[in-house]
């Protein structure tokens, strides 16, 4: 099996084990898919440290807390030890808006700057890309007006999954990388930096 064959299966397999331990809350195992000094994690309600991520994360789902994960097609972008996989995925989350229990299923890309360490490869950075969204009673004849105002402070990609997490007492970041636009240009760009050698895998913080 050739190297570069061994390290793409190597990345499938990083960005499959942080779905499934993460969804599955085993902290201690999703901990080692992120390297351990300058994991970062951006997300729709949380920009931060992996470190931290994961602390809130485990404080999310002993709460009660229901966001899922779910996995599809994946390419990656190799260079030595430096890599940018994308993983098309969905998040999904169940809460209650007003009393009506709803799903919001958000369609989008894992973006993960990798690098390897210690002869593992481990995520340095996450930035999903948020595409589209949607929200659905669990109850089909329930009944739900929506603010308008409150929807349309978010973009496109995750506007229902905003308004959830919003409702749901988090603060949602707005312009983060959606399928077109100047953010997604951007954090490509940076992609393309940390392939090249770049110190750091660009300015997570200010996304």
Same mark, same amino acid.
């Given at each position: ?23 599955? @809350?085993?902290? =201690? $195992?999703?901990?080692? /898919?992120?390297?351990? &000094? ?12 992996? @470190? =931290? ?19 599809? %097609?994946?390419? @990656?972008? #190799?260079?030595? !030890?430096?890599?940018?996989?994308? &993983? *098309?995925? &969905? #998040?999904?989350? $169940?809460?209650?808006? !007003? ?5 919001? /299923? ?8 990798? %690098?390897?360490? !210690?002869?593992?490869?481990?995520? /340095? ?13 669990? !109850? ?32 949602? *970041? ?18 393309? *930096?940390?392939?090249?050698?770049? @110190? &750091?895998?660009?300015?997570?913080? =200010?996304?």
């Amino acid at each position: 099996m050739s190297t570069s064959l061994e390290d793409r299966l190597a990345l499938r397999e990083l960005v499959e084990n942080w779905a499934v331990w993460r969804d599955a @809350a085993d902290w =201690e $195992r999703f901990a080692t /898919v992120w390297h351990p &000094t300058e994991g970062w994690m951006s997300a729709t309600w949380f920009q931060g440290p992996a @470190a =931290e991520f994961i602390d809130v994360s485990r404080a999310g789902f002993d709460s009660g807390v229901s966001i899922l994960h779910f996995l599809g %097609g994946h390419s @990656a972008e #190799i260079n030595g !030890d430096r890599a940018i996989a994308q &993983t *098309k995925m &969905t #998040i999904n989350q $169940r809460a209650s808006i !007003d009393g009506v229990e709803v799903d919001v /299923v958000c369609t989008g890309r894992f973006y993960d700057f990798c %690098g390897r360490y !210690d002869g593992q490869w481990k995520v /340095v950075r996450r930035q999903p890309i948020y595409e589209k969204d949607r929200l659905d009673p669990v !109850d089909p004849s329930a009944r739900l007006e929506l603010d308008p105002g409150l929807l349309d402070r978010f973009p496109t990609g995750y506007r229902h999954l905003g308004y959830l997490q919003t409702k749901a007492g988090f603060t949602v *970041k707005t312009g983060l990388p959606g399928l077109t636009g100047e953010a997604v240009r951007r954090l490509y760009d940076e992609g393309a *930096k940390w392939l090249a050698g770049s @110190a &750091t895998p660009g300015n997570p913080s =200010e996304e």
